[in-house]
């Protein structure tokens, strides 16, 4: 069974400029997260979709969205960036259950972003 | 506030050593306590998840513990290895069937030959 997949790995971007990130999630996972790392702020939650609404939202600035498609593969989208969103952006699915092991979080490999 | 802290940031040991992480969270209602284990450069890979019904959960050389009324989770390794150096994190989920938790910064092993 194939993990989470993240693409790009890599992406070098210059401030003012848009990006589109994608995950796609563990077959039959309906549940995708998104997390920002960087050194100085750790790991942080961005969002969580379900079911191609998004259900739960961390503390980012409005230029920091995201979707959810019908087969569960989510984008997230930074617009006009800025130096400060160099980092590197995690995505997560769970298989969603009333409980037990189900909510186990599986993360990709990350997509570092570079804003010059 | 929900807070997730790991107390020590580094921790170097000999090979063969067991050895215990810590992590502390703020809000006793937690529902679920993940454990991942990171690599430089790299994604989390889930050791353990224990539920809020769960005292501890137990993979391998790997055991985790979760102590509510303390807000209290522990990472146990026994007989180390250099293949165990990474960087440990656990993460609190509040929310029943969400997909969103809260880090804790980790805690850095290095597990001397």
């Known amino acids: 069974k194939a993990g989470v997949t993240q693409t790009p790995r890599y992406l070098i971007k210059t401030r003012g400029q848009q990006v589109t990130l994608s995950c796609s999630p563990i077959s039959g996972h309906r549940s995708v997260s998104w997390y920002q790392q960087t050194p100085g702020q750790g790991l942080q939650f961005l969002f969580e979709y379900f079911s191609e609404t998004q259900r739960n939202k961390g503390n980012f600035p409005g230029r920091f969205s995201g979707r959810q498609f019908s087969n569960s593969r989510s984008e997230m989208n930074v617009s006009t960036l800025e130096l400060g969103d160099s980092a590197l952006y995690l995505c997560?699915?769970?298989?969603?259950?009333?409980?037990?092991?189900?909510?186990?979080?599986?993360f990709g490999a990350g997509t570092r972003l570079s804003v010059l | 506030k929900q807070e997730v802290t790991q107390i020590p940031a580094a921790l170097s040991v000999p090979e063969g050593e067991n050895l215990v992480l810590n992590c502390s969270f703020t809000d006793s209602a937690i529902y679920n306590l993940q454990w991942f284990r990171q690599d430089p450069g790299k994604g989390l890979t889930s050791l353990l998840l224990?539920?809020?019904?769960?005292r501890e959960q137990t993979s391998g050389r790997l055991n985790a513990s979760l102590d509510k009324s303390s807000g209290r989770s522990t990472l146990y390794i026994a007989a180390s290895q250099p293949g165990d150096s990474a960087t440990y994190l656990c993460a609190g989920s509040y929310n029943t069937n969400a997909g969103k938790s809260t880090f804790g910064d980790g805690t850095t092993l290095t597990v001397k030959p």
């Open positions: 224990i539920q809020s019904s769960q």
């Open positions: 997560a699915s769970s298989l969603v259950t009333a409980g037990g092991p189900g909510n186990i979080q599986y």
